[in-house]
């Protein structure tokens, strides 16, 4: 069982890993076609943080955190990191684009899976 569990946590790890680091790359690359920005609220978000140029630091850390998750150093790290991310990929959804849960619910569930198989490393996170 054991093993079992530890061949699907470098399974689960890698996946999320590379679905990072494909979306972070993209920031930069640009092999993604983009498709029009949506209208209202999400829109003028999509906007601003493409003007702004915020899209490009989301992208190193979703790399970031990508790449330590394909590593295997760190994760705790990485998976900290894309807590964040993800947290906002959540409020983005929630707010002003429920059309885009299907993909935050997956990546949330493999996150999810893997906090809880380092869940020894951030114990003390939550010890008084």
């Known amino acids: 069982m054991m093993r079992v569990m530890k061949i699907a946590t470098i399974i689960v790890r890698v996946l999320l890993g590379l679905i990072f680091v494909f979306f ?3 920031a930069f690359l ?3 076609s983009m498709p029009p920005l949506p209208g209202g609220t999400a829109g003028l978000y999509l906007k601003a943080f493409l003007d702004s140029g ?3 630091v989301i992208g190193v850390m979703q790399l970031l955190s990508g790449l ?4 295997g150093k760190f994760v705790p790290l990485g998976l900290t990191i894309l807590g964040a991310i993800i947290f906002n990929i959540w409020a983005f959804h929630l707010l002003m684009a429920p059309e885009g849960f299907p993909p935050a619910v997956v990546v949330t569930l ?3 899976f893997l906090v809880w198989r ?3 490393r951030f ?3 939550l010890a008084p």
């Open 110 to 112: 493999l996150w999810a």
């Open 123 to 125: 114990a003390s996170l």
């Open 30 to 32: 640009h092999f993604l």
């Open 68 to 71: 330590l998750l394909l590593i």
């Open 24 to 26: 972070g790359s993209n």
């Open 118 to 120: 380092y869940r020894e």
């Open 54 to 56: 915020y899209v490009y």
